[in-house]
């Protein structure tokens, strides 16, 4: 294993002490229990927008606190579901006096923590709602999931969740507003090659050199099928394809398309499969209205990629486009 760490067991400590420093001006972080919360948290007469799932898929969630998204988040240890204190402490800090919206990744120790620490928050008097981010398309259930497991369209939740929350609206509202993202995004990914878990130091599961794993998780879970390798091309057909036909999107349908890279995968790479995803839609008659291209819900440094479409509407697409500030995401500002 090479990897720039000192020791794996500190690894997520000295993350957490990188964000302090690299973002001061944005956020506050704590080390017991760990979590990163906006720099002027709690914000009065607003919602309060929390999210959190293991480190390891940097740049979420820590990446996406800040102006116009995430008021705090909490992850646990690299691959680990935060816990309940870690959430408690979220909604403490988020809470303006209007409720807390809690998103999670529909992983079964994510929710438990959310659904348990929520419940703590609102013996404190803190109005909590809680929304599960279930897209990706490529499992029903598994031996590491309670349904379909939160990919892509979590980031999207985050961020139009946010700027509503700045613009004014009330807790009912952007929980509504977060069950439309959830119902209307779909996902799927794909491997190339392993993730190395620092305190592991060895690839998580083995994948031949010739070959690929469609539907493969974050946390390198067994997907559809492992399949021979093929041409960026074919690879897309196969995503987008499961994608489409899923919710199922219909012609006339505006989208946001994510090209996602799982941590290995360079630029150069996830545009030569947008560029194939941008032509598939316009065969189907989907216009990809916004777009975002890269690392961003990564696993640790598995080459691979996921695909999101998620359909629009002119509320969505204004909420998308309103101002943001945060470690990852920034426009507007």
């Avoid at 993202?181 to 779909?186: K, Q």
Wanted: contains cysteine.
């Amino acid at each position: 294993m090479k990897k720039l760490i000192n020791k794996p067991e500190n690894v997520v400590k000295e993350e957490m002490m990188g964000i302090a420093v690299a973002h001061a001006d944005l956020v506050k972080v704590s080390l017991d229990p760990y979590y990163v919360a906006r720099v002027n948290a709690p914000i009065k007469d607003k919602v309060g927008i929390v999210s959190g799932t293991g480190s390891g898929h940097e740049p979420v969630d820590y990446g996406f606190v800040g102006p116009g998204m995430l008021d705090a988040a909490c992850d646990g240890e690299v691959f680990t579901c935060q816990t309940p204190e870690q959430v408690l402490a979220c909604d403490r800090l988020a809470n303006g006096g209007r409720g807390v919206l809690n998103i999670a990744k529909n992983f079964s120790g994510d929710v438990m923590s959310f659904e348990i620490g929520g419940e703590q928050a609102q013996a404190e008097g803190i109005d909590v709602s809680m929304v599960v981010i279930a897209d990706d398309v490529a499992v029903e259930n598994s031996t590491w999931t309670q349904g379909r497991r939160g990919l892509g369209t979590a980031l999207f939740a985050e961020k139009v969740c946010g700027a509503a929350a700045d613009q004014g609206r009330d807790l009912a509202q952007i929980t509504a507003l977060c069950k439309k993202v959830n119902d209307w995004g779909r996902s799927m990914g794909m491997a190339l090659t392993s993730c190395t878990v620092p305190v592991k130091g060895s690839p998580t599961f083995d994948l031949p050199e010739d070959q690929m794993e469609i539907g493969v998780g974050v946390h390198g879970e067994p997907g559809r099928y492992r399949m021979d390798l093929k041409p960026a091309d074919e690879i897309t057909k196969i995503l987008a394809e499961a994608v489409i036909t899923d919710l199922p999107f219909k012609k006339g349908d505006k989208v946001w398309a994510l090209v996602n890279g799982l941590g290995g995968t360079p630029l150069i790479e996830l545009y030569v499969v947008y560029r194939k995803l941008a032509e598939i839609c316009e065969g189907h008659g989907i216009a990809i209205a916004r777009n975002l291209i890269g690392n961003y819900v990564t696993s640790l440094d598995m080459a691979g990629c996921s695909i999101t479409l998620l359909k629009l509407d002119d509320d969505l697409i204004k909420l998308w486009d309103a101002p943001v500030k945060t470690a990852a995401l920034r426009w507007g500002m």
